[in-house]
């Protein structure tokens, strides 16, 4: 394993807020794309130890990520990543009260080699072991706040229900949270995620992989006004996505532009401009999800954001601004647990502990799970 891509974060954080004698202790394990993550995470809300071994150098060339490349990547790091996240939070595996992992949706090979090393370790510690759903991850990580934040939306009580928009690499969608387990779809989009929108971006311009933050950082230097992108949908009810359209229309923007005109600044409008109409997509359909009977009825006091694409600062701000505007807080989980990481696997893990939803006999990993399905 090359330990120039390992990435230690959130060590020994702990929180002030304790409230049990004993907390649960839960190993969290995340292998469903281009990380191979492992936590300790208490169910006083603690971060003990995080490893996160980012394998997004290994795919970097091929401008996206090789399924087979990574399932191979994550059975060389598995074992180091659990040994070393056991470490740095100087436990034992008999100190873990729980084995979390997860087990879909996502890249099969590398979910398989998560899944199978923690019900290996399950099995020979007879300890519990929690079958995670990757997205419910992500959707609950925002209430494991982070007590070293500064900023202040990572630090809200995030309580059920909440309205949370989930926008990730693989997925895009406002599901109103009822409770652990108890997700309604209310609206998705129809064709890419916004995270695969920045990357297939980012591509078009020669930035690299993952575009996201790439596109993110170039936009804080560009002019959002210089070129008008379509904002697809939002002219029409509903709460549904669509972002292919302003791929294409990026693509045919390129396409008549001269290679000589294509120079910093130009970059810097294209990724500012494009990011303002993803932006204004996402606040056009919470607005209308805010409205929607389903979500008024169930009166959420929490907007929240997640998934890797939560990283972004523009739509951080426009979904706060948004929240004000309909009296409600405005939670974001810190920059650390946005995208992929084994935090939110054993955070989770605990949620699901806390409930029963234990695994009672052998499942099988599902490349793809929707959050309704639990
Ligand atoms: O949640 P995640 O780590 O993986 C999936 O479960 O898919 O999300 C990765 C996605 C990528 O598409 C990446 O480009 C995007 O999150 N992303 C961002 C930012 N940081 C990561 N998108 C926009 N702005 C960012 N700062
Ligand atoms: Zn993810």
């Known amino acids: ?7 230690i974060t959130d060590m020994g954080e ?6 049990s004698d004993k907390p649960v202790l839960c190993l969290g394990i995340e292998s469903s794309c281009d990380e191979t993550s492992a936590a300790i995470v208490d169910s006083d809300k603690n971060i ?5 071994y980012s394998q997004i150098p290994e795919h970097q060339k091929y401008g996206g990520v090789v399924p087979e ?9 598995i074992d180091e990543v659990i040994k070393l996240t056991l470490e740095r939070a100087n436990k034992t595996i008999n100190d873990i009260d729980v084995i979390a992992a997860t087990a879909g949706p996502g890249l099969i090979g590398g979910v398989l080699v998560g899944w199978m090393a923690a019900t290996g370790i399950a099995n020979a510690t007879k300890k519990p072991l929690v079958a995670v759903n990757h997205l419910e991850g992500h959707a609950l990580v925002p209430r494991l706040k982070s007590t070293s934040a500064s900023d202040s939306a990572t630090n809200i009580d995030v309580e059920f229900p909440y309205l949370l928009m989930l926008a990730s690499g693989g997925h895009c969608q406002i599901l109103l949270v009822h409770n652990v387990g108890k997700y309604e779809l209310i609206g998705q989009t129809l064709d890419d995620s916004a995270g695969e929108a920045f990357d297939k971006i ?40 669509s972002f292919s359209g302003i791929k294409t229309a990026a693509r045919m923007l390129l396409d008549k532009t001269d290679n000589s005109v294509i120079d910093e600044t130009f970059i810097n409008d294209f ?11 996402i606040t056009n359909r919470l607005t209308n999800a805010l409205k929607d009977k389903r979500v008024k009825d169930t009166n959420p006091k929490t907007l929240v954001v997640a998934g890797g694409v939560a990283k972004n600062s523009a ?27 084994g935090a939110m696997i054993a955070w989770a893990g605990i949620e699901n502990y806390n409930i029963g939803n ?16 639990l």
Not at 208 to 235: E, H
Not at 319 to 337: D, G, Q, R, V, Y
Not at 359 to 365: G, L, Q, R
């Open 48 to 52: 003990l130890s995080h490893i996160i």
């Open 1 to 7: 394993m090359n330990e120039d891509k390992l990435i």
């Open 271 to 281: 990724c500012a401009s494009f990011q303002s109409a993803v932006v204004d997509c």
């Open 358 to 373: 234990i695994v009672k006999e052998p499942i099988a990993p599902r490349p793809r799970w929707p959050l309704t399905e």
């Open 69 to 77: 490349l990574a399932a191979r990547a994550h059975i060389l790091a």
């Open 14 to 19: 702990s929180n002030e807020h304790k409230h």
């Open 202 to 241: 980012a591509k078009m311009l020669g930035l690299g992989y993952p575009g996201g933050p790439i596109v993110d950082k170039r936009a804080q230097s560009g002019n959002p006004t210089r070129f008008l992108f379509p904002r697809p949908l939002c002219d029409k009810p509903g709460c549904d996505f």
């Open 315 to 341: 739509i951080r701000s426009g979904m706060e601004k948004l929240a004000n505007k309909f009296n409600m807080l405005f939670a974001a989980p810190p920059m650390s647990l946005c995208t992929d990481n």
